[in-house]
């Protein structure tokens, strides 16, 4: 450990270099090994011992490659099976078969998310949220009475509540009460494109929102109500 930064950069004179400089999403696996989602440039696995990249990639018109290069997200279930957003869909990547299946082929999906149950949801463009059923091996949509825009990043809070970010502000949902509030440039957001949600602390489990220039802080056990957003610091 050096504590500097290593840079991995395209080289199309290097065939172990990575093969797309546009990432979207990375996920690190139990070996340590990672997953990560390149838009047009498919999904790559980096072998961190050989500093290798290899490329799992669509070949066109086959039904056991990826349905497109264009990938947002990355999941990892409990049986480390990949699975994968893209414009096109969802793919499940069966990593001990060397299997690409396709779940659902709905519209673009954004992002994808595990919850603490184990659940996986993904964030679909305008079309709201959606929730992995297993018995029906596919993802149906869920909330659409309230959710039904563009999500680009999902999170559940401690009380499984439901946070959900996309261009319309930031979105509260409480499943238990049906309880459903939409933050935004007029509570306090400085713009109401959400990129993404980070919860740090297990006690607290505070939320902060990333949006461009600002992070705002929010307390799952403080009731706020519309207008009165965020605790600035």
Request: aromatic fraction near 14%; glycine fraction near 8%; hydrophobic fraction near 35%.
């Amino acid at each position: 450990k050096t504590g500097k930064f290593k840079w991995y950069m395209k080289d199309p004179g290097n065939p172990c270099s990575i093969n797309s400089n546009n990432i979207k999403s990375i996920v690190r696996e139990s070996s340590g090994n990672l997953w990560i989602a390149a838009y047009r440039g498919g999904v790559i696995y980096f072998d961190i011992p050989s500093s290798c990249f290899t490329e799992l990639s669509r070949i066109s018109e086959s039904a056991t490659s990826l349905q497109s290069n264009n990938i947002y997200s990355l999941v990892l279930d409990d049986y480390e099976n990949l699975w994968i957003a893209s414009d096109r869909g969802i793919d499940l990547y069966h990593k001990h078969e060397n299997i690409v299946e396709h779940v659902n082929t709905i519209d673009e999906v954004l992002y994808l998310y595990k919850d603490q149950h184990n659940r996986i949801w993904a964030g679909v463009e305008d079309a709201g949220l959606f929730q992995y059923d297993k018995r029906k091996h596919t993802f149906v949509q869920k909330y659409d009475q309230y959710i039904n825009f563009c999500v680009r990043t999902i999170h559940l809070d401690q009380n499984d509540n439901i946070w959900v970010g996309g261009n319309n502000g930031l979105s509260f949902f409480g499943i238990q009460d049906s309880t459903f509030i939409n933050y935004s440039q007029a509570d306090g957001l400085p713009t109401n494109l959400i990129m993404g949600i980070l919860a740090i602390g297990i006690e607290l489990d505070r939320l902060f929102q990333r949006s461009y220039g600002f992070l705002p802080l929010h307390h799952p056990d403080i009731q706020y109500q519309q207008g009165s957003l965020c605790e600035l610091f």
